[in-house]
């Protein structure tokens, strides 16, 4: 059999005087039936009980907190609103499919919007919902979807079939959110749109204005009370405090104090809860939460009490319960404060009057129920005093006050980063402005920096700022502002931890604060310890638009600050916002800007700069500067002010980081000097220790970086105008190696009649066989080896040579002794007679006692002595024409055509498979690079083209 929804008897009675009203009511209600009986619930299936008991109990509740002088007072149009009321509240909880893509898509309700109440239509609404929904919290995607992993989707509406779990669960929340919206236009439109047009009326015939009430009504349960007063203002005008002769604010209260009410155990099935398993932790707590309170009562000693027995048996519950109980209270409270502005000018028999002022309950201190629990009933957990805050301190940040310079910085260039990107939506001319000042004022020194950013609002202070810990970045308001839909950030935020703050403490004991928000019209003030027990914020209505935070400290630390390895000027490194310095405490520049020019992370770069967007990270800029000292190891200099290659995060320094010095990089690869190198992480993935002063893990742009810089490497090889060549019977030696700013000590030079190239495994592999070897030994006192030598014309030679190669006795063995050479076993020596005399003696022990005894003398002539080791070559050479310079003291014919190229030489045992993936594209088996750039143009068209940007610098 049908159930029927059963009006309680006294407001029936009431109803009964209005024959059409009651006609109205009951109708509504029989038609409304089996939308509660069904009670499916589409969108909400793990939510409590909205069927017809709930909607009986809640009309029970509101007639059983109606005081008995009260129901002489009320008309049938007051019960008829309240009756209706009860029966929307709720209803948006019973959407269905059809009815939702009525609303969002077909927009069923536009018509109907209230305009004083609200801003934008359904669909709207849905839009903006799904933008914050992609940045879903991990705390509400495991409240909502009951899994941290959920990853976001919109929802096919086109048909029923289409939708998950997850997509009812997630349009469930935007009804939820909205549905008291939803019941004030469903009557407002006078009943609810279905598929096809199908429409269930509500409340037929009623009047139009009473509709309104009603509609208010059923959404005030969940407005504040005071909120609906400008809608009933537009109906009622003047009389708004009762149109029609409705006490409606009465209603409103009778109904928000009855639904509240509805918390015992009858509201959820306890069978149900046995049967299946909730995927979502709120469903859960929120059945819980309703089957720990056993019944609710008057309590016997006082008739304005309700009391509720409640049995929760874990220490979370307890504390949710507790929660619900001091929610309730605060309704009656702000109920009865409303009831008595309203109707406290009536005669006392005319003032319409609640029940119940107070909520108890058995959860108190002294109930037997506690004492006996197994659970300690308190809210229990970690906290960190001031004292931990203060210890935190020194591991992270060294006691250097430099970093308390750096996080305030920071702060301000995020803030005005903040302030730009919101300027910008409103086509405002905005300029940022920092300013730090470090001087003395009497015999006090202080600390201050001044921005024109975004500023803080009361809310930032209290739950971000002065919340050690908690990121504003994390928060929904920072990710609706600053996020785009795909959850990425639109600007650069440095700050991550929410501990920066705790650093300011190390320029001084206190902090004196005053920001005001640039969407708000007043500002706050407010001075701080770290362990002040209550701090004091005050308003301030001459507060500017930014944030200024003044330091009182000491003389030891202005002038640390000054002096330290990485100075109070020399954190933030972008070319904006540009700094202002000031200081009363330096003697030659008191008052200056930023020194640094890096570029930002969307501005035109020079050519000297390189960009790369790294897919699922961010924005690499990096570059060699002219001050870069070849084989400096940068990790290793003490003064990270001076340091030129240095790694910046959003502009602020890292003054540790080393890029290439990473366990899985280092001794990896040629490049082991690193570029400057500017990182625009606006998404936090960069991985970075809690001080922020160097890397914790490998680098995820790390090959990236190194490919970029290998094809500047290949770039000025190509482009590398060498003066050694070899032309028309002479040699032209000069720089005997091709240095990069990335390579420790550079590589050594090959030049032959046909160009140019460099000792690389991959190049040697390439000309292994194509060419003999000749290496020419050159001493100088006066360091003048720049010269055009003479040599015999030699078909398929290449040349290299060596400076000042008997310095020492270890020197005589590499130029004497091919042993010394990979890539070779012997070679035919051609020394002067001189050196031969000194070497081969037969007391002589300078080298290998092999050489001394194997080699044969091959012959002598005129100056020269050739020695054969391991030698089988028919290649001759007429020393004739060698060139009679003294400085040439040695020469030597490799055996074979393999590649002989120095032990000692780091470079040559290194073999880089990114660099050799850029060589087999560009230059194929091509690896002798023509002495004129219009033949190399012509042999490598593909690296010209393709490479040019990284030539640019190298061509001018």
Not at 118 to 137: H, I, N, Q, R
Not at 238 to 244: A, G, Q, R, T, Y
Not at 597 to 610: A, K, T
Not at 707 to 727: G, P, Q
Request: with cysteine; proline share 3%.
């Amino acid at each position: 059999m049908n159930k029927r929804i059963t009006i309680p008897k006294k407001l029936e009675m009431i109803l009964n005087q209005s024959p059409d009203i009651e006609a109205i009511v009951k109708k509504t209600a029989t038609d409304f039936a089996p939308i509660f009986r069904d009670n499916k619930l589409y969108f909400f299936e793990d939510y409590t009980d909205h069927g017809i008991e709930h909607i009986e109990n809640v009309l029970s509740a509101a007639e059983n907190i109606i005081v008995d002088n009260t129901f002489n007072i009320i008309t049938p149009n007051d019960v008829s609103a309240l009756i209706l009321s009860v029966l929307l509240h709720d209803i948006g909880m019973h959407t269905g499919f059809e009815t939702f893509k009525s609303i969002i898509e077909n927009h069923a309700y536009d018509d109907v919007m209230v305009n004083s109440i609200d801003s934008k239509t359904w669909s709207e609404l849905w839009e903006e919902y799904l933008s914050e929904a992609k940045k879903f919290s991990t705390k509400q995607r495991l409240m909502i979807f009951g899994d941290e992993s959920w990853e976001f989707k919109i929802p096919n509406l086109a048909r029923k079939n289409s939708l998950d779990g997850d997509d009812r669960k997630l349009i469930g929340e935007f009804i939820r959110r909205h549905h008291a919206r939803l019941s004030h236009e469903i009557s407002l439109k006078g009943g609810i749109v279905g598929a096809d047009n199908n429409f269930v009326p509500f409340a037929e015939g009623i009047n139009p204005v009473i509709a309104k009430i009603i509609g208010i009504v059923a959404r005030s349960h969940g407005m504040n009370l005071r909120d609906t007063f400008v809608y009933l203002r537009e109906i009622g005008d003047i009389s708004w405090k009762k149109p029609l002769d409705v006490n409606v604010i009465f209603l409103m209260v009778v109904l928000r104090i009855a639904d509240y009410f509805q918390i015992d155990a009858s509201r959820v099935n306890s069978n149900l809860l046995k049967l299946k398993t909730f995927s979502s932790p709120l469903s859960i707590l929120e059945h819980d939460k309703h089957l720990s309170i056993e019944s609710t009562s008057e309590w016997h000693d006082d008739p304005e009490s309700l009391f509720v027995l409640a049995k929760p048996y874990t220490s979370l519950l307890f504390l949710k319960v507790n929660s619900l109980l001091k929610d309730i209270q605060h309704e009656l409270d702000l109920s009865w404060a409303v009831l008595g502005e309203i109707y406290g000018k009536e005669p006392l028999d005319k003032q319409l009057k609640i029940k119940y002022r107070r909520i108890i309950s058995n959860l108190n201190k002294e109930s037997t129920f506690l004492k006996n629990v197994n659970y300690v009933p308190e809210k229990v957990n970690f906290e960190a005093d001031s004292e931990l805050i203060k210890l935190l301190i020194a591991p992270l940040y060294g006691e250097n006050p430099s970093y308390g310079v750096r996080e305030l910085t920071q702060n301000s260039v995020d803030a005005c980063k903040e302030r730009e990107y919101e300027e910008a939506l409103n086509d405002s001319i905005y300029t940022q402005n920092i300013e730090i000042n470090i001087y003395k004022k009497n015999e006090d020194y202080f600390f201050t920096i001044l921005d024109n950013g975004k500023g803080m609002n009361l809310f930032e202070i209290k739950n971000y700022f002065l919340k050690a810990g908690s990121s504003f970045r994390k928060s929904l308001d920072w990710k609706q502002r600053f996020t785009d839909d795909s959850g990425k950030a639109l600007i650069e935020r440095t700050g991550r931890f929410g501990v920066g703050v705790l650093a300011a403490f190390l320029i001084g004991n206190e902090i004196e604060v005053t920001t005001r928000s640039m969407n708000e019209k007043t500002g706050y003030t407010f001075k701080t310890l770290i362990d002040t027990e209550q701090i004091e914020i005050n308003r301030d209505v001459k507060a500017e638009i930014g944030t200024k935070i003044s330091i009182k400290t000491t003389m030891e630390v202005a002038l640390q600050l000054l002096r330290n390895n990485v100075t109070w000027d020399a954190w933030y490194r972008l070319k904006t916002p540009k700094i202002h310095f000031i200081s009363n405490l330096i003697q030659h520049q008191k008052d200056y800007y930023s020194k640094y020019d890096n570029p930002s992370r969307d501005e035109q770069l020079s050519d000297n700069w390189h960009k790369l967007d790294i897919e699922k990270f961010g924005v690499v800029h990096w570059h060699y500067p002219v001050e870069s000292v070849i084989g400096d190891n940068v990790s290793r200099i003490d003064n990270y002010k001076e340091r030129s290659n240095y790694v910046l995060c959003n502009g602020i320094l890292i003054p540790f980081a080393n890029i290439f010095n990473l366990p899985k990089t280092r001794l990896k690869e040629l490049i082991q000097i690193s570029p400057r190198v500017s990182i625009f992480d606006r998404d936090n993935k960069l991985p970075i220790t809690l001080s922020r002063n160097n890397f914790d893990g490998d680098l995820p742009f790390i090959n990236e970086l190194y490919l970029d810089i290998y094809k500047d490497l290949l770039a000025k090889l190509l482009c590398y105008k060498t003066k050694c060549d070899v032309k028309d019977g002479s040699i032209r030696i000069d720089h005997n190696r091709f240095t990069h700013p990335g390579v420790k000590s550079g590589f050594a030079l090959y030049f032959s009649k046909d160009g140019f190239t460099i000792n690389y495994p991959y190049i040697r592999k390439k000309i292994m066989g194509k060419y003999n070897f000749i290496k020419l030994n050159i001493e100088t006192k006066d360091n003048k080896y720049h010269a055009q030598y003479s040599i015999p014309e030699l078909e398929n030679v290449m040349y290299f040579y060596q400076i000042n190669a008997f310095s020492s006795i270890s020197s005589f063995k590499e130029v004497i002794d091919p042993y010394y050479y990979y890539g070779t076993v012997g070679g035919r020596i051609f020394l002067k007679k001189e050196l031969f005399s000194s070497i081969f003696l037969p007391q002589k022990n300078i080298l290998r006692y092999k050489l001394h005894s194997a080699h044969k003398e091959a012959w002598e002539k005129g100056k020269w002595v050739a020695i054969d080791y391991d030698y089988n070559q028919n290649l001759v050479i007429d020393m004739n024409e060698v060139t009679n310079n003294d400085r040439i003291h040695s020469i030597i014919v490799f055996e074979g055509k393999s590649m002989p190229w120095y032990r000692v030489d780091d470079i040559g045992s290194k073999n880089a498979l990114l660099f050799d993936i850029l060589l087999k594209k560009y230059l194929r088996d091509d690896v002798v690079i023509p002495y004129e750039m219009s033949d190399r143009q012509a042999l490598f068209p593909d690296a010209f083209l393709e490479l040019e940007p990284y030539m640019r610098k190298y061509i001018q």
